[in-house]
């Protein structure tokens, strides 16, 4: 189950998405993993959550990893992350 594809702030559109909405924390950032690690380099990921502590966590994943968190989005109880792979 994937939400449809959005493209990023600067029309980037992703190469991968990930829907975890309705997971709980570990699991939207263990599917972030899962699916960065099926990407090419500079290839982009779109991950949509409803786990507040995805907030925190991805953008802190990204910083650990090297790579690239290009736009985060908050829209009510949903967080939206366009990532680009290092």
Same mark, same amino acid.
């Given at each position: 189950?994937?939400?449809?594809? +959005?493209?990023?702030?600067?029309?980037?559109?992703?190469? *991968?998405? +990930?829907? $975890?909405?309705?997971?709980?924390?570990?699991? #939207?950032?263990?599917? *972030?993993?899962?699916?960065?690690?099926?990407?090419?380099?500079?290839?982009?990921?779109?991950?949509? $959550?409803?786990?507040?502590?995805?907030?925190?966590?991805? #953008? $802190? &994943?990204?910083?650990? $990893?090297?790579?690239?968190?290009?736009?985060?989005?908050?829209?009510?109880?949903?967080?939206? &992350?366009?990532?680009?792979?290092?």
């Amino acid at each position: 189950m994937t939400p449809q594809s +959005v493209p990023g702030p600067e029309g980037q559109i992703p190469d *991968a998405t +990930v829907d $975890a909405t309705g997971l709980a924390c570990p699991l #939207p950032l263990l599917k *972030a993993k899962q699916a960065l690690h099926a990407l090419a380099a500079g290839q982009i990921l779109y991950i949509v $959550a409803t786990d507040p502590g995805s907030a925190r966590d991805i #953008p $802190a &994943f990204c910083r650990l $990893a090297g790579h690239t968190l290009l736009a985060t989005e908050e829209t009510g109880q949903q967080w939206r &992350f366009w990532l680009q792979k290092h």
